[in-house]
C-alpha cells in the first residue's frame, strides 16, 4: 500500500484531538479534501475561507453525507485581525485540530512586477496568521492536554527562485515555525507537524498555469496528499514528500535529517535558555 494510500485512523482522530476541526483554505483543493477525509471519520469541521458559497455548498454536503455538524465562516485570511476573528467564531466548539492548508501563490511573478502591497497581503496571510491562528489555539489546546496543528507548506520553501522570493520565503517560515512549535508543543500533548507538499493537482495551480499558458506533467493528487497529512499528524515534525526526482528513500532520509536537527536544536535551546515550561 502506498504513502498516499493509508487508511486514516479515525479512531485516533476522534480520541486524540477532539470533536472539531478547523480547516483553513477549505473551499476547494486539498483543504475540501482535508474537511471530507475528516467528515468522514465524524469530525465535526469549520470550513474557512473568502467564499461563502462554496463553503456552504461543501457544508450541506458534508451534513447530508456525514451526519456531522459544520460551520462555514468566510473570512480574508490576508487581513490583520483574521487570527483573532477566526478564534473568536469558534470560541464556544472543542477545537482540537488546526489545519492551516490557506497560502497558495495566485501570482507566479516577478518580486518588482507587483505592488509591494500585494506582497505584504501574502506575507500577512502566510506567516502573520498562522502565527496567530497557532498561539490562539494551541493555547486551549495545551489547557486540554491534548490538541493537533497540521502546517501545509511546499518545496518551494526549501529554497528561493525567480518569480517565488515572497512565497518561498513565507512557505520558509511555516517550516522552521512549526519545527519549533513541535519541539515546545509535544510535550504539553499537543502534535504539530509540517507537510512539505510538491506540486499538487489544485484548482489554485490549474488557474495559474492557464494563465501563463502552461502545462505542467506528473502532478501529485490532491486527495493523495492531504491523506498523507493526516497520516504524519502525529509523528511529526516534518514529513518532505517526494517530488521531482526526489526518490521516496531521499524524501524519507531528508525527514529524519531535519528531525534530527530540530532535536538537537532543542538540546542546545535548553542549554542556552534552560528548560523553561
Not at 470533536?19 to 469541521?45: F, K, N, T
Not at 470550513?47 to 455538524?69: F, K, M, N, T, W
Request: glycine share 12%; charged share 25%.
Amino acid at each position: 500500500m502506498g504513502a498516499g494510500q493509508d487508511a486514516i485512523d479515525g479512531v485516533r482522530l476522534r480520541e486524540r484531538y477532539g470533536p472539531w476541526a478547523v480547516i483553513a483554505g477549505a473551499s476547494e483543493g486539498m483543504g475540501r479534501d482535508y474537511a471530507r477525509m475528516l467528515a468522514e471519520q465524524g469530525v465535526h469541521c469549520v470550513l474557512v475561507s473568502r467564499r461563502q458559497p462554496l463553503l456552504d455548498e461543501l457544508a450541506a454536503g458534508l451534513e447530508r453525507d456525514h451526519g456531522i455538524q459544520t460551520r462555514a465562516i468566510a473570512l480574508d485570511l490576508s487581513e490583520r485581525d483574521a487570527s483573532q476573528r477566526l478564534f473568536d467564531l469558534t470560541a464556544d466548539l472543542d477545537v482540537g485540530l488546526y489545519i492551516s492548508n490557506a497560502g497558495a501563490d495566485s501570482r507566479g511573478a516577478y518580486f518588482l512586477d507587483c505592488p509591494i502591497d500585494d506582497w505584504l497581503g501574502m506575507l500577512q496571510r502566510n506567516t502573520a496568521t498562522v502565527m496567530g491562528c497557532c498561539h490562539r489555539f494551541a493555547t486551549a489546546m495545551k489547557q486540554r492536554g491534548r490538541g493537533g496543528i497540521l502546517i501545509m507548506a511546499s518545496g518551494a520553501g526549501l529554497g528561493g527562485g525567480p518569480r517565488l522570493a515572497v512565497y518561498s520565503a513565507t512557505k520558509a517560515f511555516e517550516i522552521a515555525f512549526a519545527e519549533s512549535l513541535w519541539s515546545e508543543l509535544g510535550p504539553h500533548g499537543i502534535d504539530v507537524t509540517c507537510l512539505v507538499a510538491p506540486a499538487t493537482d489544485t484548482p489554485a495551480l490549474r488557474r495559474l498555469l492557464e494563465r501563463s499558458g502552461l502545462t505542467l506533467e506528473g502532478l501529485f493528487a490532491s486527495e493523495e496528499v492531504a491523506r498523507t497529512g493526516l497520516r504524519e499528524l502525529g509523528r511529526g515534525p516534518t514529513y518532505i514528500f517526494p517530488f521531482a526526482d526526489v526518490t521516496p528513500e531521499q524524501a524519507a532520509a531528508d525527514t529524519a535529517a531535519r528531525r534530527e536537527r530540530v532535536e538537537k536544536t532543542a538540546r542546545s535551546a535548553g542549554m542556552f535558555f534552560g528548560d523553561a515550561d
